[in-house]
């Protein structure tokens, strides 16, 4: 047993998803769950909804490229000093 098992006995090591502009994470491995999946980002946070749009703006479907566009509570609002960067 590591040193980090001692003191975190019950840890999860998993991978979730975020930036800057979310604050913070906005998927999370799922709560039951010891393992994630490899290159997954686990599921949406409750509050938090998210699509795939393509580049002619039509809805990405499962497995296709496109741009991820995320919106919740946790959204900044707008960036310091910078007007023209409202959300």
Do not use: W
């Not at 998993?14 to 686990?42: C, F, H, I, W």
């Amino acid at each position: 047993m590591t040193q980090i098992s001692k003191v975190f006995p019950n840890a999860v090591i998993g991978q979730g998803y975020g930036m800057t502009e979310t604050v913070a994470s906005v998927s999370l491995l799922r709560p039951d769950a010891k393992v994630g999946n490899l290159g997954s980002a686990g599921l949406l946070i409750p509050g938090i909804v998210a699509k795939v749009v393509k580049p002619d703006g039509s809805l990405g479907k499962e497995g296709e490229q496109g741009e991820l566009v995320v919106a919740g509570p946790a959204m900044a609002t707008k960036y310091h000093e910078n007007p023209a960067a409202y959300v």
